[in-house]
């Protein structure tokens, strides 16, 4: 074959690959990215959540290929950490192996358990360690980074496997009730800092135990003191908290010190001490995830400066080429999974377009980007048995039916599945034997109980 030959040969293999997405991070906007992306991909849309492009069913000539990375071997429900490591019926049930998820079984999909260690934009290639502590790169023609914030265990997970996660979950609770039911009378647990993560777990652990006592402690005058919230949302939530039976002590620092006996003295700057059985510090501000990125991309924070597309801002090699969702960008409001699966939707639609476009010939029209507006600050949290409620539009809501209408009894988790379309293995094996079951009872045949 003649050099030109080959020359032909080789562009006309390249333009028959698939486009190669790479999704770094797969919690609620990650996700929300891959389920999007293989919905277009199969000519396919579901309901856009804001005005976006309208491919008619259009399928990729070369077809989409993606790739997730992730540290986890599944997809966590972090908004349901509070009570994942509080009560063990919940554990196992907040963690969601992608190998076992029956939507995610695509042969142009495929999942590595792994560290994103660099990302070099110019030449569109990551660098990741795999859990054995090898090295490897992925090469991509989109990105999309959303590995959200680096936090703390307990408000999320340490381990990235499902099997060590168990353990950890197991661990804690007993720390909690000290593994003995009989014994949680005069046991006492502090939780220290009352943002969002503490309060929620200072309530949830008195609602599940409520013989052991629990107490919250602030460094400020108010619970939720660095969320852009009006001072009557604060201040209820601080009476939800008595109403659910935690003790508050606010406006004063503390500091821990474990006792020779395993016990832990929480000394107050107010000149107070508390005796605890265990402590749990949720003081530790999450950071962005970022590291990876050439720092021209972040702002002085070290989160990703992206375009209401959110697209990354002029400031990297390829820029259109690479999109940042959910905790990890600079966006208005505070971090929210609901943003962040809303966000993995747009840029599913703004990648799809762009690969669409780019097989369209320059005198056909192109499809337009999607454009997210600025989201004001809104928030639910849960309280125990309650929840609170709160967004500029529709002012302050709470109480038992509030929970209810928005968490349901599991932290919003079966409505997150439901809305992405996630089913496990498992549930989808009893879903068909009660499908059976209910087959039988009709034509007269009635199951018979196992006697208990």
Known sequence: M?????????????????HRVLVVGCAYGGISAVINLLEYAHGRARESVYPGPDFKGAKSNRGVEITVIDERDGYFHSVGAPLAHVTPKYTGHMWRRFSRLNELKHSHLHFKHGSVKKVDPEAKVAEWCDRNGKMQKQDYDYLV???????????????????????????????????????QEGRRVVVIGAGAVGVEFAA?????????????????????????????VKDRA???????????????????????NGQYKVILANGGNITADFVIDSTKKGTPTTDVLPESCLNDDKEIMVHQSLMFKDTIPNAASHYGVGDVIAWSGIKRAGSATVMGQAAAQNI??????????????????????????????????????????????????????????????????KYLGLTDVVEKEQDESHAEMAEMVEVGIKPVKASV
């Open 2 to 18: 003649r050099p030109s030959n080959i020359s032909d040969a080789l562009g006309a293999l390249r333009l028959s690959n698939p």
């Open 145 to 183: 980074m959303a590995t959200g914030l680096k936090r703390h265990w307990p408000a999320v997970p340490k381990s990235g496997s499902y099997v060590e996660y168990l353990q950890d979950g197991e661990a804690f609770i007993e720390k909690i009730t000290g593994g003995d039911a009989t014994k």
């Open 204 to 232: 949830e652990i008195k609602n599940y135990y409520p013989k052991i006592g629990v107490t919250l402690v602030h460094s400020r005058s108010e619970v939720l003191s660095s969320e852009p919230l009006p001072s009557d």
């Open 238 to 260: 601080r009476i939800l908290l008595e109403e659910e039976g935690v003790d508050l002590v606010l406006g004063s620092r503390a500091t821990i010190d474990e006792q020779p």
């Open 352 to 417: 799809y377009a762009s690969i669409l476009n780019s097989e369209l010939s320059t005198s056909e029209e192109k499809h337009t980007l999607t454009e997210l507006p600025a989201w004001a600050a809104v928030i639910g949290l849960a309280v125990g048995k309650q929840c609170l409620t709160y967004d500029p539009t529709n002012g302050m809501k709470y109480g038992v039916e509030i929970m209810q209408g928005y968490f349901g009894d599991d932290l919003g988790w079966a409505a997150n599945l």
